[in-house]
């Protein structure tokens, strides 16, 4: 196939098409700026999880021809979205290949960024699979940034050349994350996870201060399991130690199951043509009937706010979108339903410098329950750990209030008091 420039490629973009962008390390940068840059256009829908690097497609510029839209608000898009300019929307990541496969959402153009090919003429989808799987399958044209430093991924990841409508080809760096320096509460959620996982245990946890923190716990663990959505640079010296060896897990055994990579270059190395690595579409990884096969499934995941009933706020401060529901749903109920699972919602329990309790009597005005106080077990801040599982509201309040802050706790029990006089539960 004739390599072309990324002007000619997005050149097949058309006014009026719903367009899947490659997110993460994935995110084909040089054809979104070549994407932003046609003045031609309008009524451009870009569909996209949240994308690394600039997003140039989200400026003012480029608004009334091209919109985005967020199905998880990354950094680049939050303050767009808040703006007006972009929009979101509120899914489970497990739903959203079948939204591309049924034609629910129908996607004229997929615009992906894929590891070269091999001599049989395959490309992969590299460090994203996902949605980019029903992407690559179901869209009307494949357009590919086919970048030489993207490494070559093994599971449900194979696009055949033949698939790409117009490719180019680039030499380029993938957008690395950076390791966020943790403090000291991060290091004690860490630890306070940490004593609840058990050796056979199988892992699901994001990027960040707080999965950083009990991963770096973990060395004294025997034979973990790996089945997340999202493989971090966290997991590495683990998997290089022999604590994990994936040898007690039910699905995919002997080898680490995730849907997408995010991190440093060693990472995007490690996964490169790793036999023990597989890469699977976000249906599959995020699936609770496969989750809940595996042993002692730990998931840990965050919030941004739990109020005293339980319910969790992970997407919203108020009515502000930060980002989106993602797979938290699929495997907090994955992991209650596994044999010892251990489903846990971790922050710290103060935000804007300790002025703010996450630990609230009631939800903000406007923010939105990712996780509902149905599912909700495990809540875990610096303060310690608490399981709501078979508590009562009153239980609850008391539970979670000895995890707040100590600075909030004599409010909120004052809250609850007043509740419960004026209306019993």
Same mark, same amino acid.
């Given at each position: ?6 002007q000619?490629?997005?050149?097949h973009?058309?006014?009026g ?19 932003a840059?046609?003045t ?5 829908? &870009?569909?996209? +999880?949240? =994308?690394?690097?600039? !997003?140039?497609? @989200?400026?003012?510029?480029? *608004? /009334? ?10 950094a680049?898009?939050?303050?767009a ?10 899914v ?7 939204l ?14 894929l ?6 003429? &395959?490309?992969? +989808?590299? =460090?994203?699979?996902d !949605?980019?799987? @029903?992407?690559?399958?179901? *869209? /009307? ?8 430093q993207?490494?070559?991924?093994l ?34 959620i ?27 716990r ?5 034979d ?30 002997g080898r ?10 060693k ?9 023990l ?26 919030a941004l706010?739990?109020d005293l ?14 980002s989106?529901?993602?797979g938290?749903m699929?495997?907090?109920?994955g ?28 939800l ?32 609850r309040a008391d539970?979670?209030?000895?995890i ?5 706790r004599a409010d ?14």
């Open positions: 196939m004739r390599e072309q420039t990324a000619e490629v997005v050149s973009v058309k006014s098409m719903n367009v899947f962008v490659h997110g993460g390390a994935a995110t084909p940068t040089p054809l979104l700026e070549a994407l840059d046609r031609d256009l309008e009524g451009v829908r &870009l569909y996209h +999880l949240h =994308t690394e690097g600039p !997003a140039p497609f @989200a400026e003012p510029r480029c *608004a /009334g021809r091209i919109t985005s839209v967020s199905l998880f608000v990354g680049a898009t939050r303050a979205v808040h703006d007006g300019r972009a929009l979101a929307m509120p489970f990541l497990s739903d959203i290949p079948a591309f496969a049924s034609g629910a959402i129908r996607l004229d153009a997929a615009i992906l960024q590891s070269p090919q091999d001599r049989n003429g &395959l490309c992969t +989808l590299g =460090t994203s699979v !949605a980019a799987r @029903a992407a690559a399958d179901h *869209a /009307g044209i494949v357009l590919a940034e086919v970048n030489e993207m490494p070559r991924t599971g449900n990841t194979v696009v055949p050349l033949r698939r790409i409508t117009a490719l180019t080809r680039t030499n380029r760096p993938l957008h690395e994350h950076e390791a966020t320096e943790c403090g000291h509460v991060e290091a004690r860490g630890e306070l996870i940490a004593d609840l996982i058990e050796d056979g245990s199988t892992l699901q946890l994001g990027i960040g201060c707080i999965p950083d923190a009990v991963l770096a973990l060395g004294n663990k025997h973990l399991g790996v089945h997340t959505e999202m493989f971090s640079d966290g997991l590495l010296p683990l998997l290089q130690a022999g604590v994990i060896t994936n040898r007690h897990k039910a699905v995919h055994p680490c199951t995730t849907s997408f990579v995010i991190g440093s270059r990472l995007f190395d490690y996964v490169h043509d790793n036999p690595v597989e890469f699977h579409p976000a249906d599959r990884t995020n699936d609770t009937a496969l989750i809940r096969r595996n042993p002692k499934v730990v998931a840990v995941n965050s706010q739990v009933t339980g319910q969790v706020c992970a997407d919203s401060l108020g009515h502000r979108i930060y989106g529901i993602g938290q699929d495997f907090i109920r992991a209650a339903l596994s044999k010892g699972g251990k489903p846990i919602i971790a922050l710290p329990s103060t935000a804007a410098g300790g002025k703010v309790s996450r630990i609230a009597f009631e903000s005005p406007g923010a939105g329950v990712v996780t509902t106080r149905g599912h909700v077990h495990w809540v875990i801040t610096e303060h310690g750990a608490v399981n709501l599982h078979g508590r009562t509201f009153d239980e539970l979670l209030t000895g707040a802050h100590p600075d909030f909120l029990r004052r809250q609850h008091a007043l509740a419960r006089r004026t209306c019993p539960r």
